[in-house]
Protein backbone atom coordinates (compact mmCIF):
# COMPACT_ATOMS: atom_id res chain seq x y z
CA UNK A 1 0.00 0.00 0.00
CA UNK A 2 1.38 3.23 -0.85
CA UNK A 3 2.02 6.31 1.47
CA UNK A 4 -0.61 8.70 1.81
CA UNK A 5 1.20 12.24 1.97
CA UNK A 6 0.67 14.74 4.72
CA UNK A 7 -2.42 16.94 4.50
CA UNK A 8 -0.59 20.41 4.99
CA UNK A 9 -4.41 21.99 4.63
CA UNK A 10 -6.12 20.71 6.84
CA UNK A 11 -4.40 18.18 8.63
CA UNK A 12 -3.20 18.28 12.79
CA UNK A 13 -0.09 19.18 12.82
CA UNK A 14 1.71 17.72 15.80
CA UNK A 15 5.69 18.75 16.89
CA UNK A 16 5.92 14.74 15.31
CA UNK A 17 4.24 15.79 12.25
CA UNK A 18 7.24 14.57 9.62
CA UNK A 19 8.17 17.29 7.29
CA UNK A 20 8.63 15.03 3.87
CA UNK A 21 8.47 15.76 -0.14
CA UNK A 22 5.12 16.75 0.16
CA UNK A 23 5.84 19.68 2.88
CA UNK A 24 3.78 23.08 2.07
CA UNK A 25 3.92 26.30 3.37
CA UNK A 26 0.17 26.66 4.41
CA UNK A 27 -1.81 28.98 6.42
CA UNK A 28 -2.10 25.61 9.11
CA UNK A 29 1.56 25.44 8.96
CA UNK A 30 2.19 28.67 10.04
CA UNK A 31 -0.78 28.62 12.45
CA UNK A 32 1.37 25.84 14.42
CA UNK A 33 4.10 27.71 14.19
CA UNK A 34 2.74 30.65 15.24
CA UNK A 35 1.67 28.71 18.22
CA UNK A 36 4.72 26.98 19.12
CA UNK A 37 6.96 30.13 18.83
CA UNK A 38 5.27 33.17 19.33
CA UNK A 39 3.63 36.16 17.65
CA UNK A 40 7.19 37.43 16.07
CA UNK A 41 7.41 34.12 14.29
CA UNK A 42 8.05 34.76 10.20
CA UNK A 43 9.38 33.12 7.58
CA UNK A 44 12.80 34.10 5.79
CA UNK A 45 14.58 31.99 2.26
CA UNK A 46 17.33 30.99 4.46
CA UNK A 47 14.83 29.66 7.08
CA UNK A 48 12.65 28.17 4.37
CA UNK A 49 15.95 26.88 2.68
CA UNK A 50 16.71 24.85 6.09
CA UNK A 51 12.83 23.51 6.28
CA UNK A 52 13.09 21.96 3.23
CA UNK A 53 16.65 20.66 2.62
CA UNK A 54 15.69 16.53 2.78
CA UNK A 55 17.52 16.17 5.81
CA UNK A 56 14.85 14.02 8.08
CA UNK A 57 13.10 16.47 10.68
CA UNK A 58 9.68 16.72 12.25
CA UNK A 59 7.90 20.16 13.03
CA UNK A 60 8.48 19.96 16.65
CA UNK A 61 12.54 20.18 15.30
CA UNK A 62 11.18 23.08 13.02
CA UNK A 63 10.16 25.21 15.58
CA UNK A 64 13.12 24.66 17.89
CA UNK A 65 15.28 25.44 15.06
CA UNK A 66 13.28 28.32 14.46
CA UNK A 67 13.42 29.61 18.32
CA UNK A 68 17.14 29.14 18.23
CA UNK A 69 17.97 31.16 14.95
CA UNK A 70 16.04 33.98 17.00
CA UNK A 71 17.71 33.58 20.17
CA UNK A 72 21.15 33.45 18.36
CA UNK A 73 20.08 36.97 16.98
CA UNK A 74 18.93 38.92 20.25
Same mark, same amino acid.
Given at each position: ? /? =???????????? %???? $?????? @??? @? $? %??? *?? /? !??? $??? +? *?????????????? =???????? !??? +? +? +? @?? *? =?
Amino acid at each position: M /A =KMDFDWHGGHIT %RATL $VDASYR @NTQ @N $V %RRF *LS /A !ECG $VDF +R *LDRDFMAWVIDGAP =KSMGDVAD !EWS +R +R +R @NH *L =K
